[in-house]
């Protein structure tokens, strides 16, 4: 089991950036970030694999968002920029061992917390 703890959290106005970090216990092979908010599912936004070389963006962040991870860190990071009100969500952190359905919650073994992210108009 991997040990994920998210932070960088807060409230920020639209436009603004904000950049969440995620230290795990260790980097899996493929780390993804996800959202949820308030009576909605919960929905990915970014996922990378250890070497950078492959990554996937929802296509609403595309462009607005980048995910980066520190591999002696054990740290992975989401980087968003001129966010809107509608980002407002917890975001989570998350890892897998396969690139495979990159994009469903449900292939992901281990999660953080989660770190609350709001903006305001």
């Known amino acids: 089991q991997v040990e994920l703890v998210e932070s960088g959290g807060a409230l920020v106005q639209a436009g603004g950036s904000l950049r969440l970090s995620c230290v795990a216990s260790?980097?899996?092979?493929?780390m993804g970030w996800f959202r949820q908010a308030p009576g909605k599912e919960r929905e990915f936004m970014a996922a990378d694999t250890k070497t950078g070389r492959i990554s996937d963006y929802a296509d609403s962040v595309k462009g607005r968002f980048t995910i980066s991870r520190d591999n002696g860190k054990n740290a992975v990071y989401l980087q968003m920029n001129s966010l809107k009100p509608e980002d407002k969500a917890v975001y989570y952190c998350?890892?897998?061992?396969?690139?495979?359905?990159?994009?469903?919650?449900?292939?992901?073994?281990?999660w953080g917390q989660g770190t609350q992210v709001t903006v305001s108009s």
């Open positions: 260790r980097l899996e092979y493929v």
């Open positions: 998350a890892s897998k061992d396969t690139w495979g359905t990159v994009r469903d919650a449900n292939t992901y073994a281990d």
